[in-house]
């Protein structure tokens, strides 16, 4: 991700051997690519903030349809989208070939300190009971006639967010009670887990090396 | 009205967007008055058949039809009615109980009929009077103990004055006193009740009429006490009455 | 959504901004460690980790603005007041960072700019803004809600403004900065009004039945009783 | 050891930090090995006479003893003896499976007791074999059933050997067979058991001894069918059996 961010967007044909590479991934994770499709969406803000790029900027400049475009605008706004999507298509491969706990093991060992790996780690496990709990709340309201339209209709879920935190809250209240019952002092047992094997690193390594390869040969080749 | 069944259910099937499927061609028919209880393993597709019975999830194949009148979730106006008239008691009341107040909540339901301040009022303290539950209007709901709360969710649901009550579980968590109390609740009501339930011996307290739903399909439809004396029956669907319960 | 560019990206501001930023967060969340651990004590883990579920959970109630459009909540000044700063700063970073990784909402590299904008920026923004008003407002319930709105109102604009700065240092970009801050703030204070509607009534919905829960009042109840003792 | 009770209770007082008394003065004794129901109405303070057992919260006036031993919840090291000796098993299982696997959450306790990491799955495979849900191991336990997940939370604290185990309303929101298998487990158990329930005919299928505690006192203590019989003193403290239940 670093090697695609520093490159810069006139190295056009890294560019299109970076989206190979991803999309090379994307295949050989056989994810969907419908899903992969739909979850890229999220960029579509930064997209149109790209769009209107073109239009401002200074020096080389071209005239078409009436409207004034930069040259460096273009560059800049070609770029955004280049590498958002890239940035993009990465985070879901990602996401969508590794377990939240894996990413979650990853953090660890990237160093996250250990309370902020625990914390989102209880958020991991009670993520599926509080959005039921969510679920069935709105089923209840739905049940009873009541359809969110307006403003007017803020003052009623925000009494459902607070019913949230206050079941939440004491939910985590509880579940700290039944970890003191279980002898908890404080620290959580770390999981013994395997050391990665030196194939794993090699796999691992492999997609970011081959970036970097790409990037260094244009520059020199230059 | 009168001549057709309150509630029809229709070859009813239903697929999860996951692919799981949860019912296999329901039929089911009850007539106006009658109670009914659910019963069925966990698993057996129960809450999804509850679901669809006011429009939660639109028939996928089949029909559901109330008082003769078809579900369509389509039909926005339609399905509004159909939830005043179908009410819904969640099996958790916490998952009904979202206002601040005791009031608030049970006047939720009416107010969103479009009714009028004084006519909410008066649903709300008719509601609260059948459950007994009227000294707690003020109340948050979050104050009240579990039975007290499970009798608000009833309350919210009566405010709408539905002609069909659906209860998912109405006597779990209870203290013996608070689930005999809610059944002389249940039983005074001139409505048609479903329940589903695990807690057979309520079951055949209040309800003349049972079926069983097994892996998403009606295996046993009759009278409870038939259906409770049917032991090898009982056993097949991992329903069983608790030792030193007797008929 | 409420505010959609305060998910950068990554590829949207340049490197050595991003990592400038990415050590100012894990600076901040260093001191919101260990300032939550001071405050919670071993209850840290489980009761920040639902809090934070329970943030999570609300961005993903659509708050509908009119026929088709809809909003969700940012939640900065709400978990500022309801759980404390030093909770709502890790809550909100574990909230981007998942989102990040998880979802790909919000890029890797940019996370730290993200986290610096909205967990830092606009929790502690919130809680400073809602210390000063404490001071100046009578010591009453119903004070909460009212300095929760402000906090609100004037935590996304500065989330905003936030960003702008690390545009204006670091944007590979050519539409001016000026433009950028004008069509930013002008924005975002319109949203500001919807998270401060939304995080006042939370938060007068919460008081009326726990107001024992809420962070911000009950940091004025030892006060109370210290009067007494000196009168 | 042996000649000392398991549990001693004396004089034991409580109120929360807002005023609230919920007990007043309990006085208990339970043997080693013996199995008491602790029954009583909504309120009357189960929930925070159970705290005290393993010094959740600590005895403000009176004491606790464990094995002749006093709880003293300023000793942490004791305090850890007392927890690994008196488990907890709550009502809500998602309230005490908190780890992200089976395995890691009935690990959690014999990993906070320091032992080494062969020793704790020896101890992990003995619960889950004990409960029947060795298959389940790498599971998430969202993924159970609640009945599943209600008998991982028992092997998350028979994983610490204790030697008194404390259950929270066990047999709530269980289908009839889940039930009917939970009770076969703890009645396998060469363990003194003490149960908060509402439900009087598991009580009477498992325990041979019950109290009952109303307003933050003992009220009743002896043999459970004598109890059960006393329809006078059930009917004081609203307990009843239900209908159609005959001892």
Redo the contacts between chains.
């Keep these: 991700m670093l090697v695609v961010v520093t490159t810069p967007i006139t190295n056009w044909v890294s560019y299109l051997v970076y989206f190979s590479l991803i999309i090379t991934v994307i295949l050989v994770a056989r994810l969907p690519l419908l899903t992969v499709f739909k979850r890229s969406l999220i960029e579509i803000p930064f997209v149109l903030f790209a769009v209107l790029m073109p239009f401002f900027g200074t020096g080389e400049s071209y005239q078409v349809g009436g409207f004034t475009l930069y040259r460096e605008g273009i560059l800049a706004g070609t770029a955004i989208v280049a590498k958002g999507t890239l940035g993009v298509l990465g985070a879901i491969t990602l996401s969508s070939t590794s377990t939240a706990r894996e990413i979650l093991r990853g953090l660890e060992r990237l160093k996250l300190p250990a309370l902020m790996v625990n914390i989102a780690s209880f958020m991991l496990r009670y993520i599926n009971v509080v959005t039921d709990e969510m679920e069935r709340m709105r089923i209840a309201r739905a049940s009873r006639g009541f359809e969110a339209k307006g403003i007017r209709d803020w003052r009623i879920l925000a009494s459902v967010l607070a019913t949230l935190f206050m079941r939440s809250y004491e939910r985590g209240e509880r579940v700290h009670l039944a970890m003191l019952s279980r002898g908890f002092t404080g620290v959580l047992p770390r999981t013994p887990d395997s050391p990665p094997r030196p194939r794993q690193y090699l796999q691992v390594v492999s997609l970011p090396l081959l970036a970097l390869l790409i990037a260094l040969s244009e520059r020199i080749l230059r | 009205m009168s001549s057709k069944p309150a509630l029809l259910i229709n070859e009813l099937a239903f697929a999860y967007p996951d692919g799981h499927q949860a019912l296999f061609g329901v039929n089911l028919q009850i007539a106006a008055g009658e109670r009914l209880a659910l019963l069925g393993p966990n698993g057996a597709g129960k809450t999804t058949l509850v679901m669809h019975l006011n429009g939660i999830h639109g028939a996928q194949h089949g029909f559901v039809e109330i008082d003769g009148e078809r579900i369509d979730v389509g039909d926005k106006v339609g399905l509004k009615k159909i939830r005043a008239t179908v009410g819904l008691v969640f099996q958790d009341p916490d998952d009904q109980l979202f206002m601040p107040t005791v009031f608030e909540d049970v006047a939720f339901g009416p107010r969103n009929m479009g009714l009028a301040p004084s006519e909410v009022e008066v649903r709300v303290s008719d509601a609260l009077a059948r459950v007994g539950m009227s000294q707690f209007v003020d109340r948050p709901p979050h104050h009240l103990s579990f039975g007290q709360r499970r009798r608000v969710a009833v309350a919210t649901v009566l405010a709408m004055n539905p002609s069909i009550l659906v209860l998912d579980e109405p006597s779990s968590n209870l203290d013996p006193a608070s689930r005999r109390e809610l059944a002389e609740i249940l039983r005074d009501l001139p409505i048609t009740l479903i329940m589903v339930t695990h807690d057979l011996p309520f079951a055949y307290e209040l309800c003349e009429r049972s079926v069983i739903l097994a892996e998403g399909t009606i295996v046993a439809d009759g009278s409870t006490s038939k259906i409770l004396k049917d032991e090898e029956l009982l056993e097949r669907y991992r329903l069983e009455l608790p030792k030193g319960f007797s008929l | 959504?409420f505010a959609?560019?305060l998910h950068?990206?990554?590829?949207?501001i340049?490197?050595p901004t991003?990592v400038i930023f990415m050590l100012l967060s894990a600076a901040g969340?260093?001191i919101a460690?260990r300032g939550?651990?001071g405050e919670l004590?071993?209850?840290?883990?489980?009761?920040?980790?639902?809090?934070?579920?329970?943030i999570?959970?609300?961005q993903?109630?659509?708050?509908?603005?009119?026929a088709g459009t809809s909003g969700h909540?940012l939640g900065g000044a709400l978990a500022a007041i309801?759980i404390g700063p030093y909770a709502a700063t890790?809550?909100i970073?574990?909230v981007l960072?998942?989102q990040?990784?998880?979802?790909?909402?919000g890029?890797?590299?940019?996370s730290g700019l993200n986290v610096f904008n909205l967990a830092l920026v606009g929790v502690w923004g919130s809680h400073l803004i809602f210390l000063i008003i404490r001071k100046i407002m009578p010591k009453r319930k119903n004070f909460i809600p009212v300095a929760g709105f402000i906090a609100a109102l004037i935590q996304v604009p500065l989330a905003a403004t936030s960003f702008v700065i690390q545009y204006a240092i670091g944007a590979?970009?050519?539409?001016?900065v000026s433009?950028v801050f004008t069509a930013m703030v002008s924005t975002h204070v319109l949203i500001g009004i919807g998270e401060a509607?939304?995080t006042a009534?939370?938060?007068s919905?919460?008081l009326?039945?726990?107001s024992?829960?809420v962070y911000g009042w009950k940091g004025i109840a030892p006060k109370l009783e210290i009067k007494k003792v000196n009168s």
């Design positions: 959504m959609p560019l950068i990206p990554d590829g949207f340049n490197v991003s969340i260093a460690l939550a651990k004590d071993d209850k840290t883990a489980p009761l920040a980790g639902l809090t934070t579920v329970f999570f959970a609300a993903m109630i659509n708050f509908p603005v009119a909540l309801l890790l809550s970073t574990i960072l998942l990040a990784l998880l979802f790909a909402d890029g890797l590299i940019a590979e970009s050519t539409i001016p433009t509607l939304v009534f939370t938060l919905a919460v009326a039945t726990r024992d829960l």
